[in-house]
């Protein structure tokens, strides 16, 4: 049975609220470091060990994923009659430079926590360590279980490697944070039902007789092919699908030939599948292969595609959502949850919500009064720190509520 929201706004200030603010400096300093050392997908060896060093710190058991990267936390003991809460953070960083002039700049080559990981760990690490706090005093009513995740930016994501550790059972309810430079710091963005997309990756490869561009009639030509493949597979799609479903096909890449008058011989084509609703995802492989064989066939082409599963969309249930709310709600009042807008970005938090329910709330990142666009997955992307405390009293004021 749920608490009260009286029930945790009149919890000790020791509880939340005061004993975040002591450890917000250490919090703040943590996240530096960690941005200072970002680390990709699977390779967060660095990362996972300070994390486990942390907790341990703190008198938590946490264990290792297999792997050697990503790990889990229980707080509390296993209770069969109460299902654990799942916090969950992700550890990896982008492939990408830093380009912000700070003294926490990044420092290695070609790397950068430029989409707010080292927040979502940081947050989750700092509740884990008050809800130690308040489980050692008695006053966690449910059991929570933290999951410091690997490679969200490895397609089809690192989730899938939690999942088959085994980490959710005995879960009955999932909760994350994902950074929002378009919401102020302070406030969360919620929204119930679908709040990504789902996101899968095309290599499409076609092959044909090439030859002469003085006798096109002779040949498979492969450039004209490729041209219409990458403007007709779109439009048809667009006709075949339920509009209010997303589908679409962007594509990023697209190769053939090397001289002037020659019709090539291989061409390539890579791009991304993005979609709205989940059902629409689960058939676009299919409709898909067969319109490619459509246009291919037109030009006596050879295809072959390799179709990279990625993530479903975010789908947050009615109820994880609402707990979100409620727990922004009790600790900053009501006008600190704002609607938010479905996202075409992916997130693999979507494989938890296949196996229990629970919800992503977006955090706040950007300073008060800053009106410059910001967004994520750029070098310059940084957050308004002030951010890891909300993030640390949502989820602390949520496992309260659970």
């Known amino acids: 049975m749920r608490s009260t929201l009286t029930e945790v706004s009149e919890l000790p200030p020791q509880s939340v609220g005061a004993l975040s603010e002591q450890l917000s400096a250490e919090l703040i300093s943590f996240r530096r470091d960690l941005h200072r ?3 990709l997908g699977r390779q967060e060896f660095r990362t996972t060990a300070a994390v486990k060093a942390r907790l341990e710190q703190a008198g938590l ?3 290792t994923l297999p792997g050697g990267t990503g790990l889990i936390c229980d707080i509390g003991a296993t209770d069969p009659d109460r299902p654990r809460l799942a916090l969950r953070g992700d550890l990896d960083a982008l492939p990408i430079p830093d380009t912000k002039q700070v003294e926490y700049r990044s420092t290695v080559p070609g790397r950068a926590h430029a989409c707010g990981h080292d927040v979502h760990t940081t947050v989750t690490l700092g509740a884990g360590l008050l809800l130690a ?5 008695g006053r966690l009513p449910r059991p929570v279980r933290l999951i410091f995740q690997p490679a969200e930016e490895v397609m089809p994501g690192g989730a899938l490697d939690v999942i088959k550790a085994e980490a959710l059972d005995g879960v009955g309810r ?3 944070v ?3 430079p378009k919401v102020e710091v302070g406030r969360i963005g919620l929204r119930q039902g679908a709040i990504t997309s789902a996101v899968d990756k095309l290599e499409l490869s076609m092959d044909g007789a090439g030859g002469h561009t003085a006798r096109p009639h002779l040949t498979t030509d492969l450039v004209m092919a490729a041209a219409k493949m990458a403007t007709e597979l779109p439009a048809v799609l667009a006709r075949r699908v339920d509009p209010r479903s997303g589908l679409s096909v962007v594509w990023g890449r697209i190769e053939a030939g090397h001289a002037c008058n020659v019709i090539p011989q291989h061409a390539e084509l890579e791009g991304t599948v993005r979609c709205l609703e989940l059902d629409a995802w689960r058939d676009a492989p299919d409709l898909i ?8 066939g037109m030009y006596r082409a050879k295809w072959e595609l390799t179709y990279h599963r990625g ?6 249930e009615h109820d994880s959502t609402e707990l979100l709310r409620d727990a922004m709600t009790a600790r900053y009042g009501a006008h600190s949850v704002e609607d938010t807008e479905q996202s075409l ?3 693999d938090f979507s494989w938890y919500l296949e196996q229990v329910p629970g919800a992503l709330a977006r955090l706040g990142v950007r300073p008060v009064g800053d009106t410059a666009k910001r967004d994520l997955h750029q070098g310059d992307f940084d957050v308004d720190e002030g951010a890891i405390k909300v993030g640390v009293e949502l989820f602390t004021s949520a496992a309260l509520l659970a």
Do not use: F, M, W, Y
């Not at 292969?289 to 291919?296: F, L, M, Y």
């Not at 993530?311 to 947050?316: A, F, G, I, T, Y």
């Open 178 to 180: 994902h950074c929002d």
């Open 61 to 63: 058991e946490p264990r």
């Open 289 to 296: 292969h067969e319109v490619i064989d459509q246009i291919a």
């Open 345 to 347: 970005g992916g997130e």
């Open 311 to 316: 993530v479903p969309p975010v789908v947050n």
């Open 133 to 137: 706090d308040l489980e050692r005093a």
């Open 37 to 39: 050392n970002p680390e």
């Open 174 to 176: 999932i909760l994350a």
